[in-house]
């Protein structure tokens, strides 16, 4: 059974048991569209440094240890160790632009002849954008870059006396796609510094879509798969039992509800200026009412205006596609803010089988005449003192229904 204490135990950098956990308290942060988190009250003296993994087989997740916190309080010893799930390795490497040079091409400095760079060309991406289904284009982005290869000076080495040169890559093979469960949108993405994990969150989460990082035990391989949500909405045209939870029938305990517009922007002035040229556009969200917000432009102009462009006209409209695609992540900072999180009665479904992280459900609180449809989009699991409770929240909701709070 998925809805009762679980069994956790540490693993050291290979990926071998080094012990089981006896825990007072546990907490496993599930997340759909960001990296989780975990946090584990020992008892008693048990943590030793060679603890690196925290695993269990009743969940998917593989925790990384990346703190531990004692104390001590009228002679009792407390050590708390937390961190976040492997999926956050994905984030060691970033989304970096397209440089003008490689390292090792002809008429770089290494030559004599031209700019510096230190990027190697070997295997890495030659391209400025993606697009496609989002499923591929998440897909294009670990494979071009999981993997980076350099030549400089380390650090501290200030004489300039040796360039060396380094290869860093993720421990992670791509695994397989989920398509059984809904639909890949239409997505296109540029490359603008971000980190290779909330890149891959944010071009799949508009399909219901996400990643997850899956260790092998028996080989210690980790695989990442691109997953769906499955829709358990009433009325779903896959075919699935319907989940329904509502305060009337009994099956949500608590619930929470917040509704704001505070802070919401809808269109977005980016501007970028140099010595010769000053660009200003201006990007809105479908619906908006003129609530302005400035960024600068973090797309280069020059990767699409420069003396290799021949048909300026396509170059215009890729530019303009990747400006509005910066907008659009940084609109997503001032949306409005509907967060609805509540506590669920144990035995009307069953955790992890009849409904997990990521799918669609039907939500009822009568109370206020509230009736949406929306996606699990955090699973949060405390086990206190043997205790398990779980406590669900939802992504942005299709409301069907809302009277009042």
């Avoid at 799930?85 to 003008?100: A, H, S």
């Avoid at 980190?195 to 997850?212: C, Q, T």
């Avoid at 075919?239 to 939870?245: E, K, Q, R, Y």
Wanted: negative net charge; aromatic residues 12%.
């Amino acid at each position: 059974m998925y809805e009762e204490p679980f069994e956790i135990m540490a693993l050291d950098e290979n990926f071998e048991i080094v012990s089981l956990i006896s825990y007072a308290n546990l907490q496993w942060t599930r997340k759909f569209h960001e990296v989780g988190t975990f946090s584990v009250q020992l008892r008693g003296r048990q943590y030793k440094s060679n603890w690196k993994y925290i695993y269990s087989k009743k969940r998917k997740e593989l925790g990384i240890i990346s703190q531990v916190n004692w104390q001590k309080k009228n002679y009792i010893e407390l050590v708390t160790i937390s961190g976040m799930f492997v999926e956050e390795e994905l984030n060691k490497m970033i989304v970096y632009p397209l440089p003008t040079k490689f390292y090792d091409d002809p008429e770089t400095v290494s030559t004599g002849k031209e700019g510096t760079c230190l990027l190697k060309n070997q295997g890495l991406p030659l391209w400025l954008s993606q697009s496609g289904t989002a499923d591929q284009v998440a897909k294009s982005f670990f494979n071009s870059f999981k993997k980076i290869s350099w030549t400089n000076y380390q650090v501290d080495d200030y004489s300039g006396t040796n360039l060396v040169t380094t290869t860093r890559q993720l421990d992670i093979d791509f695994g397989s796609i989920d398509d059984q469960h809904g639909e890949y949108h239409y997505s296109e993405h540029n490359r603008n510094h971000e980190r290779l994990g909330d890149k891959l969150y944010k071009i799949l989460k508009p399909s219901g879509a996400s990643i997850e990082v899956i260790l092998d035990y028996e080989t210690h391989e980790k695989t990442l798969n691109i997953i769906h949500g499955k829709d358990l909405t009433q009325g779903n045209s896959e075919g699935n039992n319907p989940v329904l939870f509502s305060s009337a029938n009994g099956n949500i305990i608590s619930a929470s509800l917040v509704v704001s517009n505070t802070n919401t922007k809808d269109t977005i002035i980016q501007t970028s200026e140099n010595k010769d040229k000053v660009y200003v556009l201006i990007n809105e969200m479908p619906d908006a009412s003129g609530r302005f917000v400035h960024a600068g432009m973090t797309t280069a102009a020059q990767d699409y205006f420069n003396q290799d462009t021949q048909d300026y006209t396509v170059a215009d409209k890729n530019f303009k596609i990747a400006v509005m695609a910066d907008g659009d992540k940084e609109l997503n900072k001032y949306t409005d803010k509907q967060n609805i999180e509540f506590q669920i009665y144990r035995g009307s479904y069953q955790y992890m089988i009849d409904y997990d992280l990521g799918d669609l459900i039907s939500v009822e609180i009568s109370e206020i005449g509230l009736s949406l449809d929306a996606r699990i989009i955090s699973c949060y699991e405390v086990v206190k003192e043997g205790v398990w409770e779980l406590t669900l929240e939802i992504g942005t909701p299709l409301i069907k229904s809302f009277e009042n709070v």
